[in-house]
């Protein structure tokens, strides 16, 4: 049986909070009773989530920086550290996408997505590492359908999510010694702000997500809710012997040839 507190006493930090998959997951982590450590670069966004936050009871200290930023991430850990003397999860939901083929990726656009969504997992892993050690801590690292299927037009976004699972995967024997277990979840199409951020109009958008109902076998596109569930579940005593999984939370995506 799910215990709905079962997240009690317990310290969480999550990248992205300030919008999408991240925000839901932190407003999940609070419900089931952790305290969360929130990290993004805008604070209008972190101080609406924080003030959600508090009206639900819980308790949040918003860190506003940038993920790629080695100096942000260890003041942000240790001060997370200090204030509730340790962390037990680590959640790496900060992320971007960009639309181009391997013609049109250019050295900066390739360096900008690895800096972001591969670079700065390994440095919050590190930085994060001697709490999560201590306290038999886990992580869950935000890869995507992408990280284990190809598809045109993303390419470095596709390189980078390949990576995010193959750390996932080596981090999970590596830390598997030391008793902190390291799972990702691999989402299908979530609405967010995610591609709109990538540069995607609101039109060509309403599209993507018309036609992405079709790519999916279950018949729609994913809420932020279902990728949040898979995370607080891949987080929590219930998962205690999985470590290593990369878990499809796609409505079935990833079974399906290209369409
Ligand atoms: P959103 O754009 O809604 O959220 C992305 C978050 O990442 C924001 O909070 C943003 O905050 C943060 N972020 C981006 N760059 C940085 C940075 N340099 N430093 C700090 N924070 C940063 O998208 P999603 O919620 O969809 O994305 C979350 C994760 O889920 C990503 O890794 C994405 O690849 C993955 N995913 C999403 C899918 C989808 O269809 N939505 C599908 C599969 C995977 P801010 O701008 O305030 O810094």
Same mark, same amino acid.
Request: aromatic share 6%; proline share 2%.
């Given at each position: ?192 702000? @995610?591609? #709109?951020? %990538?540069?995607?109009? !609101?039109? *060509?958008? +309403?599209?993507?997500?018309?036609? &992405?109902?079709?790519?999916?076998? @279950?018949? #729609?596109? %994913?809420?932020?809710? !279902?990728? *949040?569930? +898979?995370?607080?579940?891949?987080? &929590? ?12 939370? !796609? ?9």
């Amino acid at each position: 049986m799910v215990n709905s507190r079962e997240f009690e006493n317990k310290v969480a930090l999550v990248t992205g909070a300030s919008s999408g998959i991240g925000r839901a997951t932190a407003l999940t982590f609070v419900r089931s009773g952790a305290r969360v450590a929130i990290v993004a670069r805008r604070e209008k966004e972190l101080d609406g989530l924080l003030r959600e936050i508090i009206a639900l009871g819980g308790d949040a200290e918003k860190f506003v920086g940038d993920v790629t930023d080695e100096t942000f991430i260890q003041r942000a850990v240790q001060t997370t550290v200090t204030r509730w003397g340790g962390i037990d999860v680590l959640v790496n939901a900060a992320g971007i996408i960009a639309t181009a083929p391997l013609d049109a990726t250019s050295n900066e656009l390739f360096d900008r997505m690895m800096d972001v969504n591969v670079r700065s997992i390994f440095l919050m892993m590190k930085a994060v590492l001697p709490s999560l050690v201590e306290r038999k801590g886990c992580i869950v690292n935000i890869s995507s359908v992408a990280g284990t299927r190809a598809f045109p037009n993303v390419f470095a976004y596709v390189a980078s999510k390949a990576a995010v699972n193959a750390m996932t995967q080596c981090a999970a024997l590596d830390l598997a010694p030391k008793g902190v277990r390291v799972n990702a979840v691999n989402p299908g199409v979530v609405v967010t702000n @995610l591609h #709109r951020a %990538g540069g995607m109009s !609101d039109e *060509a958008y +309403a599209k993507f997500l018309e036609h &992405s109902k079709t790519t999916h076998p @279950l018949g #729609r596109v %994913g809420r932020t809710e !279902d990728v *949040a569930e +898979a995370i607080l579940f891949l987080a &929590s005593a219930r998962s205690g012997w999985i470590t290593g999984e990369t878990l499809a939370v !796609d409505g079935g995506r990833h079974l399906t040839c290209a369409r």
